[in-house]
């Protein structure tokens, strides 16, 4: 076991040094044109670039869920001022380059990935898509297809279904209730001409932060970042807002389905990205994912797949879920975990492991050039510094048993939990009664030591 122990604290430390350091180089940022550039040597020959819109869902109002998605799909599907799509895509195809574009609830990205000898040929056709798109309609008209299709295909899987209605009941008149992706509707009525006019709307300086991992040279980032920002303008000041989610009470919402089980999930509260909790919020809500399978699943034999999560976004929330035949019985033993995790906390040697766990986990993920700047890009927008990408085995390491115990009591309150399957198997008196109220064991901390 020490063995164990050892080879995995040499993985953690090679990796994070090798991300730090990858070609004698250390990260930094610069500001060109207005834009904050975040720069991560590689030590090899692969760029990824990656160009952040901020906003997401903080974007568009409901009606238009979707136009974003649709828009950033369109850089790429619909032509460019100089190239129709197919030629677009010959042209990455010569050098088996890929470009892309996707938005989430927080932010939108225009992604290249291409060798290095390649990218002076490839960035012209990157600016062209960004800056200026064609959305030629016929074009337009197959990828909003496309989109509608998914949803349809989407809308038959009980676990999106679910998923889709607790945002919605927990987010009811609030931007984290739109789905980025829309609904059919949304979707259905949305024109070239308008999405082409809600992109440009939002390609501004003041909403971009670019992110490049790669072993460039700083006169060539500066001049290709510049040709990149000469025909986007300055824009309005944007600072996307940060919302907290705190239930006041237990509630309960249920839609009759034909299912052979029932799904379950509840929404609650967590720490906002940046804050003082985050990291032990984090730890507490992965240790309670693996008590939460071991008594649902393991002890009881209620679900084959239970959960619990934690989403760290610019609306920060967590919870449980699952899908099970006796979702009266779940309750009880979901009641019973509550409470024994507020009273008795999480332990010492639960947080050691999880912190060796979850620092794997971290940094083996950080073996490509892509999914090193979607980390820099998602800890500079959420949390306001980059550098935390970098420094996390650092302040994952200051967190103590006495901040994850105290975070999850924090924020794991009230639940919104939401129900679909027959009405006929569960009592909703059950679930808006919640746990038992518990007595706190008194701590003398006030805050942890992370960011």
Known sequence: MRHITICIAFLISMTATRAQNASGGQAYDTTIGGVKVIVQPSGNEIVEIQSILKGGVQNYPAAEAGIESLAMSALTECGTARDTKNSFKNKLDLVDAQVNG??????????????????DSVWSLYVDAFTTPRFEAKEFDRIKQDAINN?????????????KMAMETAFAGKDYAKAPEGTEATVGALTPEATKAYYMSILTRSRMVIVIVGDLA????????????AAIPQGAPF?????????????FASEKKDLATNYITAVTGGPAPGSQ???AFTLAMRIFYDRTFLEVRTNNGLSYAP???????MTSFSGVGVSTTEPNKFIAVMDRLLEKTKTGGFTAEEVKNM?????????????????????LASNEVLHNNWRRALSFNNDLKMVSVEDVNRAFNKYVTKLTWVYQGNPDKVTPSLYTAGPPPVKLPPTSVQGSKNN
């Not at 809308?155 to 679910?162: E, G, K, L, M, R």
């Not at 807002?241 to 237990?250: A, C, L, Q, W």
């Open 307 to 313: 959960y619990s999560y934690f989403n760290g976004g």
């Open 239 to 251: 600072t996307p807002v940060k919302e907290s989610y705190t239930p006041t009470k237990n509630s």
């Open 151 to 163: 949803l349809k295909a989407q809308a038959s899987q009980p676990d999106y279904a679910i998923n």
């Open 277 to 279: 909790d985050f990291n």
């Open 218 to 229: 700083p006169a060539d980032i500066a001049a290709k970042v510049n040709l990149l920002l």
């Open 102 to 119: 996707y938005s989430g609830k927080d932010y939108a990205t225009f992604t290249l990935n291409c060798i290095k000898e390649d990218l």
């Open 355 to 375: 912190k060796t766990t979850y620092l794997t986990s971290f940094y083996y993920r950080q073996e490509t050039n892509s999914a090193q700047a979607s980390s």
